[in-house]
């Protein structure tokens, strides 16, 4: 194996939430984050980017086996982790790989050392209605008419999961799907920054190909027979108004929000970036009017990441 490859993926691993304090998928984030800057290195292969990324990518899942350089990370994070502080709860896959990792290395002196298990779930929707979260936490945001500049605490919130240096500049007057992904992280639905097989969520077009996939299958097309529902995404078309686009310009799915009421021919719905003001806010939008579809996800939809092989770029069975 190559050591400045293995070294590599070390030092990268858990940038993102070095970077954002975010933990929830972070292993899956962390290889997004790393990704455009291994490329713009110009010093890997794409081979070797692939390697540090897929290691970066599968670090956090313990319990199933991947790659020599992901499996080498993984068996490096448990012993870092452990070394760190040997006091502290050890999830039991981790514990697993530490046992074998003592045995390896003929550490027997440590295994007098009594694991503390600890074992952990994830988020439970048991009781818990998402979407009716989601539209309370996006109403609440929305009314508060947050503004698109650093200075507003609200909106350092909603952009902090993107953290690229430049992103507040990137995303000034186009950051009505950051707010979208704000308020589904902070309702229990804990999405990656970018799935696998779409483009980040912080575009709408990401929004779009996540929920049209066949393995999600959460985008409903507009129509007279559908009733949309308070805390259904929205995502619209050609709606930005004309000063902000070139002449005969048509924009396919430029602009989304959260449905907070559907009633007498109109939408109350809570947005960010309204008609590209660089403010939140609850508008009322005509019904079907620049409409192109919903995306409803399912209260007790969970990110099935974990089966996604990143070197190969297909979902296991």
């Given amino acids: 194996m190559n050591p400045e490859i293995a070294a590599v993926t070390g030092m990268l691993h858990d940038l993102y939430y070095y970077r954002t304090g975010i933990g929830d998928n972070h ?3 962390g290889a997004e984050y790393a990704r455009p800057m291994l490329r713009d290195l110009e010093i890997f292969t ?3 980017q692939k390697l540090i990324l897929s290691a970066i990518f599968h670090h956090s899942d313990k319990k199933n086996i991947h790659g020599e350089y992901d499996e080498l990370l993984k068996d490096a994070d448990v012993m870092q982790h452990f ?4 006091k502290f709860d050890i999830y039991e896959n981790d514990a697993k790989r530490l046992k074998n990792l003592f045995h390896e290395f003929n550490l027997n002196n440590l295994s007098v050392y ?4 600890e074992k952990k779930n994830g988020f439970t929707a048991k009781g818990i ?9 996006a109403e609440t945001l929305a009314k508060r008419e947050i503004v698109g500049e650093e200075y507003d605490e609200d909106y350092n919130k909603i952009v902090k999961y993107w953290p690229e240096v430049n992103c507040h500049e990137e995303l000034k007057y186009s950051w009505c799907a950051a707010f979208i992904y704000h308020c589904c992280f902070e309702a229990g639905f804990k999405l990656p920054i970018r799935h696998p097989n779409s483009d980040r969520y912080v575009g709408v077009l990401g929004w779009f190909q996540w929920a049209s996939l066949p393995e999600v299958g959460f985008y409903i097309e507009d129509s007279e027979d559908f009733v949309p529902e308070r805390g259904d995404i929205i995502v619209y078309n050609n709606i930005i108004p004309k000063e902000y686009k070139q002449a005969n310009d048509i924009l396919p799915r430029d602009h989304i929000g959260i449905v907070l009421s559907s009633d007498k021919g109109t939408y109350t719905v809570a947005e960010g970036n309204v008609d ?3 403010k939140a806010g609850v508008v009322t939008r005509k019904l079907h009017e620049n409409v192109d579809g919903f995306i ?6 969970e990110y099935m990441g974990w089966k996604y092989d990143y070197k190969t770029g297909v979902y296991k069975e």
């Fill in 114 to 117: 009594d694991f503390n298990f």
């Fill in 129 to 137: 209605n998402k979407r009716q979260a989601l539209a309370k936490i």
């Fill in 83 to 86: 070394l760190y502080n040997t």
């Fill in 27 to 29: 292993a899956h984030n």
């Fill in 276 to 278: 590209n003001q660089n």
């Fill in 46 to 48: 794409e081979q070797e």
């Fill in 296 to 301: 409803r996800i399912c209260n007790d939809y």
